[in-house]
């Protein structure tokens, strides 16, 4: 299969066109604006720092709600944030019932050594294996969604990010922060209020996607109408700091392994906290013929925070079997 010269999109992505040198048009288009990273990253920098300054202290509770899965970007965006900021944050992990048993260790580990405070939410497991089985058997998000992400991890992000946002809302929190690498989301992103119109678009759009039984047992993890108009004005900025602060896998593995974070063995390449991730990955490889992974690493190959030889080995190395029938058994599927 044809890879990109320059970073590692295959041919199968869709739309993706190679020029006489065998770079891809994505590699080209993205040429200006990675000359500018640089100057953009001190600005946003210099934005967070302000930002901090004027919402530290002001809640009555707590500066920041952290996703925190366990994994080593979300555990590092948690060491940057309470180490660097010195904030006041809740750290929340969404338990999805397919947690690596070492990175459970990890997120007690890393909270006990930063003095974070930590909630945990667990949905159901006869609700979780609906909807991770729906999402298995097809795709219920727009395309454009399924180019950065498979539908499962699609749809257990989905989750994460609106009861971080109903903890929020309800908390009076005013940032909502994520461990997304640089790659995962542009750097325009990484600082961005939440739009209420938009959000209440985007969960009814996910709620008309489910059948109406699993859309009903999934309401008390969405948004309440509610809160449009009790929190309006309240809605807190999101933030996910890797996109605009230094990138190195060993330095954060290295710097993490100070608190007690270990590297799970049980993990595909892609992920070092989930058991459903090398399973979501295989089901959206047989159906769109691209890994969900591919266009998060080659930004991270094209930035230089990666060669493009360990992007290859994350997309393209052979995988544990063993994680893919682990999680197709315990789905029943």
């Not at 063995?265 to 892609?270: A, E, G, K, L, P």
């Not at 906290?273 to 959206?284: E, S």
């Amino acid at each position: 299969m044809k890879t990109c010269s320059r970073c590692i999109l295959p041919e199968t992505f869709p739309g993706i066109r190679f020029d006489a040198e065998g770079i891809c048009s994505h590699c080209r288009k993205e040429e200006s604006s990675l000359s500018a990273r640089p100057s953009r990253q001190a600005e946003y920098r210099d934005r967070l720092d302000g930002l901090i300054a004027a919402t530290r202290g002001q809640a009555p509770s707590y500066d920041v709600i952290m996703a925190y899965s366990g994994g080593k970007d979300s555990s590092y965006t948690l060491k940057l944030l309470k180490e660097r900021y010195d904030l006041r944050i809740l750290a929340f992990t969404f338990d999805n019932h397919f947690v690596s048993p070492i990175s459970v260790e990890n997120i007690k580990a890393v909270v006990d050594a930063l003095g974070i405070d930590h909630i945990t939410v667990r949905p159901p497991w006869p609700l979780v294996r609906s909807l991770f089985s729906l999402t298995a058997k097809e795709d219920i998000f727009p395309l454009p969604t399924l180019l950065r992400a498979s539908s499962i991890c699609t749809a257990c992000i989905g989750m994460v990010k609106s009861l971080a946002l109903k903890f929020a809302l309800e908390m009076s929190i005013p940032l909502v922060a994520f461990g997304w690498s640089p790659g995962q989301a542009p750097i325009q992103s990484a600082i961005m209020k939440t739009n209420p119109t938009m959000t209440r678009q985007n969960q009814k759009a996910l709620r008309s996607a489910l059948p109406p039984e699993l859309s009903a047992a999934m309401q008390p993890y969405f948004i309440p109408e509610s809160h449009y108009v009790s929190c309006a004005d309240r809605f807190p900025q999101n933030i996910h700091p890797l996109a605009f602060f230094d990138y190195d896998e060993e330095h954060i593995k290295s710097e993490l392994q100070t608190l007690g974070w270990k590297l799970p063995s049980d993990t595909d390449t892609n992920s070092t906290n989930c058991l459903l991730n090398a399973f979501a990955n295989d089901c959206h490889l047989r159906r769109h013929r691209f890994h969900p992974y591919v266009w998060e690493i080659a930004n991270m190959v094209r930035q230089g925070v990666m060669t493009r030889a360990e992007g290859m080995e994350k997309i393209y190395a052979p995988q544990d079997d063993r994680m893919v029938s682990h999680a197709r058994q315990k789905l029943g599927l």
